[in-house]
């Protein structure tokens, strides 16, 4: 990977496209583009036949100048640094930034490209591109843009395996603030590839592995412990850390989501069904009681629904002092005699 600097002082992964890969997306668009001209210039040929020579090569000129040159150039600008070469072969053309091409860009390129590729068959482009670091070639230095690769292989991510049963635990009060993360990868990487490694090489490596951790650490590995086995049960405990605060995290979280939940629902909140200021009062059903049947020969009488009393929320007495008149109570509700 290449490591391309924005203007934002931004770090870019990139990886440069290498000669292979360039050379047969250059050779896609060759084929391309002189079968394009072949198929011009023949109809060409039988257009000028009335002409002159003179006209006749200024129409072939031109014809050169507009499929081998131009024709590039305007697919570089508009699909913004891939053509079908490029396409086919999973490549992009982006500005030394990894922003996309423009036309002054894709100018350059192409003019230049008719001296390294097409003037010489590609040996000059071909020599610069071994000789640069990026794989670039002299278009792209001048023009300065990059080719990258646009489709990665996709990574194999294999499990870290776990510690031995008698380790799990042995390394909770181990101090690994200090330990860099590329130690850690190291680490990973040894643990994961550890069975496809020759037995004596795995040794040496987890051994060297075990004392970087012991000096990042401060404090050495139980003893009678295999140096792999210390470092899988120090990446256990690692692996157990990380996950402790992740759900910490995320309770502590949710915590205060239900508080502030809380908060909004009892002070600032109002509630469905009740009055601002007043207590909320719960209304029971009403029920409603069945027709009466009565013998054969007289009309049904359906009895009048009574609903249930209700409970009144509590009031203030009244401004006179007194909480009930004529036998009533302050709700004003007057008991059936």
């Given amino acids: 990977m290449s490591g391309v600097v924005t203007?934002?002082?931004?770090v870019l992964g990139l990886q440069p496209a290498r000669l292979p890969s360039r050379a047969l997306a250059v050779l896609v668009d060759l084929v391309v583009?002189?079968?394009?001209?072949?198929?011009?210039?023949?109809?060409?040929a039988v257009a000028t036949a009335s002409l002159d020579e003179a006209a006749v090569a200024a129409v072939s000129v031109a014809a050169f100048l507009l499929i081998l040159v131009g024709a590039p150039i305007a697919v570089e600008t508009l699909s913004h640094g891939r053509s079908?070469?490029?396409?086919?072969?999973?490549?992009r053309v982006v500005r030394d930034d990894g922003g996309p091409i423009r036309f002054r860009h894709a100018l350059v390129r192409g003019a230049m490209g008719v001296v390294e590729i097409l003037m010489t068959f590609g040996v000059v482009a071909c020599v610069a591109s071994l000789v640069s670091e990026r794989g670039r070639r002299l278009g792209d230095v001048f023009a300065g843009t990059l080719v990258v690769r646009e489709r990665l292989p996709a990574a194999r991510v294999l499990p870290v395996p776990p510690p031995p049963?008698?380790?799990?635990?042995?390394?909770?009060?181990?101090?690994?603030?200090?330990?860099?993360?590329?130690?850690?990868?190291?680490?990973?990487?040894?643990?994961?590839?550890a069975r496809e490694l020759d037995p004596a090489v795995g040794r040496r490596l987890a051994e060297r592995l075990a004392d970087e951790l012991v000096a990042r650490t401060g404090t050495p590995p139980p003893a009678g412990v295999p140096a792999s086995a210390?470092?899988?049960?120090v990446v256990a405990e690692r692996q157990a850390r990380d996950t402790?605060?992740?759900?910490?995290?995320?309770?502590?979280?949710?915590?205060?989501?239900n508080r502030t939940g809380a908060g909004t629902g009892a002070g600032g909140g109002f509630e469905a069904g009740r009055v601002f200021g007043a207590p909320a009062v719960a209304v029971p059903p009403v029920v409603a009681v069945p027709p009466v049947v009565?013998?054969?020969?007289?009309?049904?009488?359906?009895?009048?629904?009574?609903?249930?009393?209700?409970?009144?929320?509590?009031?203030?007495?009244?401004?006179?002092?007194?909480?009930?008149r004529g036998g009533s109570s302050a709700t004003g509700f007057v008991p059936p005699a």
């Fill in 33 to 44: 583009v002189w079968a394009a001209y072949l198929l011009v210039m023949l109809g060409l």
């Fill in 244 to 257: 402790r605060r992740a759900f910490t995290e995320a309770g502590a979280g949710a915590d205060v989501g």
């Fill in 84 to 91: 079908l070469g490029k396409m086919v072969c999973g490549l």
């Fill in 230 to 233: 210390y470092l899988a049960g």
């Fill in 294 to 324: 009565p013998p054969s020969g007289a009309s049904p009488v359906t009895p009048p629904v009574t609903p249930p009393p209700a409970a009144s929320p509590p009031s203030a007495p009244p401004a006179g002092g007194s909480s009930s």
């Fill in 7 to 10: 203007g934002d002082a931004v």
């Fill in 165 to 193: 049963p008698w380790l799990v635990g042995r390394f909770a009060g181990l101090d690994l603030s200090a330990v860099p993360e590329a130690l850690w990868l190291e680490v990973r990487q040894y643990l994961t590839r």
